[in-house]
């Protein structure tokens, strides 16, 4: 758990219900104070208000940590060097690769986006127990905020714990921040270099220092970049060791990783089927969680796959899309022209879609859906798109449209309950296997449901087919 601590520099965090009170989402602050009894904390922010947060009380949790440094209780991982700046005594956040070995990042390399952005990482917060790690989904499909506040070439003034007379030129003169440095070896990041108006000399003031902040931002600067989500949470026990992450059947997930080393992490994990380079980079819903962690994924591309659990991240905000929803587009034209330049491509007509329902008739080998709407067929990149229910389609959509495969699972899913569940309890083998055959799938569900019978019969067929619970199409 990261504990709160005064000078800890913070950004806005999960549980956030405040507005702008912080300036903004990536705008920085400054523990000041800590409530009595821990569960709270009075944070400063750079742009001027000073206010009490949760860590913990009411069970929710109002901040990220995004710097420990100023508060100078954080500790040395005194054995870890950065593969990538060479820096040696890393502290705070220390991330290492979960795909290539003994390779680690520095805090300030990690959300510069070195080394593979397809590789998840873990995060290690705690340099004495360093199997206490935390899985991060990768970097490529996680959502990146800029930093604002007090930073080099920001404007500040004179701020609440201000005493240093008139040395700013009085009261509302306005400075320039030059550098953020370090306050002896203890206290890192947790002073600013300021150059005042009218004055040839800059000084020194706390921006974190023992929690005292002397300055107030008056015209903010980013500071960089930082991947919001994978900061820790300010109060939250990670209860470790977090070798694997915590699965649920339904969680959205995905393959970021290279084909190669995706192969040799299937070994004693199910095994290895080509079509699983496929699937790499696609979004698939976790079906079913086997006895060794390892989760089963279904992808709209009606493949299922068994899969290490240390090979699939969660997607975070992202929906899986099958033929037969119905979906509207994304009305700004800005959010879907970014998305199809980069993706299925931009066509002007498009703009005469955004808004409306239609329905997903195909699937793209490259990820991306064709869409009917307004009796025409488009591609659409799959973040254009906001599934929706069946009773906002226009009163004349043609729904012979729809396609039939779409309908064709849906009877199944909603048949074989009826066939399976008796066949299974008057021990008809022969129906058993058949149902295993021809719909693997919908026979997960009913396992996933824990039903009962259908589970005892399965555990004593002698014949049990292994591909269904190993990679297969």
Known sequence: MVEAALGQRVVRGPDWEWGDQDG?????????????????VIVQWDMGQRCRYRCG??????????????SGSCREFTSLSC???????????????????DYYL?????????????????????????????????RRDSRKVVLRGAFPGSHVVRGTDWKWGNQDGGAGTRGKVIAVKDWQKFSLRSVAQVQWENSTKGNVYRLGHKGKVDLKCVESTAGGYCYIHHLPVMGVMYVGPLDHQQLSAGDVVKIELETEVLKLMQADHGGWNDAMATVRGLTGVVSYIHCDRDPEVRYNTNHIFKFNVDAVSKAEGEEVFFIGDVVRVVEDMTVVHEQQKDGPGWVDDLALTLGQVGVVTKLTVLGHLQVRVNGRRWVYDRRCLIRVTTDLLPQNYD??????TARSQLLVGMILPDVLVPAAAAGDTNT????????????????????????????????FPDKFFTAHE
């Open 24 to 40: 903004g989402e990536g705008f920085v602050g400054t523990v000041a104070g800590l409530e009595e009894g821990g569960g709270g």
């Open 57 to 70: 009380r009411d069970n929710k949790f109002d901040l990220r940590v995004l710097d420990d440094g100023p």
């Open 83 to 101: 593969e990538w700046c060479g820096k040696e005594d890393l502290v705070w956040c220390v991330w290492r690769c979960t795909c290539c070995l």
């Open 106 to 138: 520095c805090n300030q390399c990690y959300h510069n986006d070195r080394h593979s952005m397809w590789h998840p990482f873990f995060r290690l917060d705690n340099p004495d127990n360093k199997r206490n790690r935390v899985r991060q989904s990768s």
């Open 399 to 404: 729904e012979e449209d729809v396609n039939l």
């Open 432 to 463: 058993v296997r058949m149902c295993l055959q021809h719909h693997p799938d919908q026979v997960r569900v009913l396992l996933y449901l824990k039903h009962t019978v259908v589970t005892r019969l399965l555990d004593n067929l002698s014949s």
